[in-house]
């Protein structure tokens, strides 16, 4: 079973799926084929525009009883600069014990296992059922796929959720949620030749950043098992070289 997992892990990784900037369908295809190859039921998830979120595999024990859910995004984060990778990110090689490329750790391996669990379920009689969620729209923030499987009213509300993230030292209990915020930094504009110097909006909002990187948080030293976390994820400002930019 380990090689089987490894080789579905592999077909995904090759198959590029960089969150809000890659088809999802090739991803989406090896999957669907997997699991109908197995006779596993499954079907896409949609959200309210339509827009495939997802795949929702739904293993019933036969008796009454708790289901379960097993979630892994098949989405990735995007591969930054190619050119410091020391090999392809979509390669999905094994080197030396290690699975490589863009998301062999988040979270297309945990998929191809959870795949492969749902399908050593299939066909035994046991109490409740499990489900197993594949989401395309995890790594835009936007969680599509989770919103859609909790909306469908035809999936069973399930009593808890197992989440694939990397790393077997220790399970997690709980998650710390997220607020997110934008915020317009304005300045007084300007031209980069005057002869006075005027701190643009861009200038002030690094200081910001740096501001709030610096800061405590509460709660940091909580009892809860994953502290609070600031990321500054995205800054844009300025229009060419001549004009200070004021927002």
Request: proline letters at 7%.
């Amino acid at each position: 079973m380990t090689a089987e997992i490894v080789e579905l892990a592999q077909q995904l990784i090759r198959r590029p799926s960089r969150g809000g900037i890659d088809d999802y369908a090739p991803v989406l295809g090896v999957l669907e084929g997997w699991l109908t190859s197995r006779e596993l039921p499954h079907r896409r998830l949609y959200d309210d525009a339509g827009t495939c979120t997802g795949l929702l595999v739904e293993v019933s024990g036969g008796l009454p009883g708790r289901w379960w859910a097993l979630d892994a995004c098949v989405d990735t984060a995007p591969y930054g600069d190619e050119g410091a990778w020391s090999f392809p990110p979509d390669s999905g090689d094994v080197v030396d014990g290690w699975l490589r490329g863009r998301g062999a750790a988040d979270s297309k391996l945990a998929a191809a296992m959870f795949c492969a669990i749902a399908a050593e379920l299939h066909g035994r009689t046991f109490r409740g059922g499990l489900a197993v969620l594949l989401d395309v729209d995890e790594h835009t923030g936007g969680f599509g796929g989770a919103r859609a499987y909790l909306a469908d009213p035809a999936a069973v509300r399930p009593a808890g959720v197992m989440i694939g993230y990397p790393g077997p030292d220790e399970v997690v209990v709980g998650g710390r949620g997220f607020w997110r915020a934008t915020i317009a930094v304005h300045a007084e504009s300007g031209h980069s030749g005057s002869r006075r110097t005027t701190p643009g909006a861009v200038s002030r909002a690094a200081r910001l950043v740096r501001l709030l990187e610096e800061s405590e948080l509460p709660g940091a030293h909580g009892e809860f098992p994953l502290p609070p976390k600031l990321t500054v994820t995205s800054i844009r400002g300025g229009e060419g070289f001549s004009v200070v930019p004021d927002r």
